[in-house]
């Protein structure tokens, strides 16, 4: 989409340049006192670079719109294939692996209505949840070892205690 945006901006950066060269230039003439410009035709080339630029303005906006909620194609496609492939195996674990109709079937749903706008907040989401089981990860661990040194220390009492209890017996 670049390529295809790249093209009517400098074509017309040119055009505004031109119309704006020719503005100063009727201005001038203007002036100076030319007998063939009036202010009508500074007031029609004027319209025409305005009606250049908000022309850009617009068609820039609706191109850029256009290109993030088109259809996904060729490698955007094999890129939600994988993502979706990723989830789905963390969602239904490594031996559904196996039941590739169902996930393709899901692809071929999902693929059809998917646009780049969605493909972009899919990886952002992706990336947080992969960021969530992460630190769920490392604060399970925590936790695991905080009970582990906890209970050392809680069985450690208890054997103190038991040993205190028993020699207070004899």
């Known amino acids: 989409?670049?390529?295809?945006?790249?093209?009517?901006?400098?074509?017309?950066?040119?055009?505004?340049?031109?119309?704006?060269?020719?503005?100063?230039?009727?201005?001038?003439?203007?002036?100076?006192?030319?007998?063939?410009?009036?202010?009508?035709?500074?007031?029609?080339?004027?319209?025409?670079?305005?009606?250049?630029?908000?022309?850009?303005?617009l068609v820039n906006t609706l191109l850029r719109g256009w290109s993030q909620h088109s259809p996904l194609q060729g490698d955007e496609l094999d890129e939600l294939t994988k993502i979706i492939g990723e989830e789905h195996v963390r969602s239904h674990g490594i031996d559904a692996q196996g039941n590739l109709t169902r996930y393709h079937n899901e692809v071929l749903a999902i693929d059809r209505e998917f646009t780049r706008f969605d493909l972009a907040t899919m990886k952002t989401y992706c990336a947080g949840m992969d960021a969530w089981r992460a630190q769920m990860k490392k604060h399970r661990s925590e936790q695991a070892l905080r009970a582990t040194l906890y209970g050392d220390r809680l069985k450690a009492a208890r054997l103190t205690q038991s040993a205190i209890t028993r020699a207070g017996r004899r």
């Open 1 to 57: 989409m670049r390529g295809l945006c790249a093209f009517p901006a400098t074509l017309i950066i040119g055009i505004v340049v031109a119309i704006g060269l020719a503005f100063f230039k009727t201005v001038h003439d203007f002036q100076a006192g030319a007998p063939n410009v009036d202010g009508d035709t500074i007031a029609v080339v004027m319209s025409l670079a305005l009606g250049v630029a908000a022309t850009y303005c």
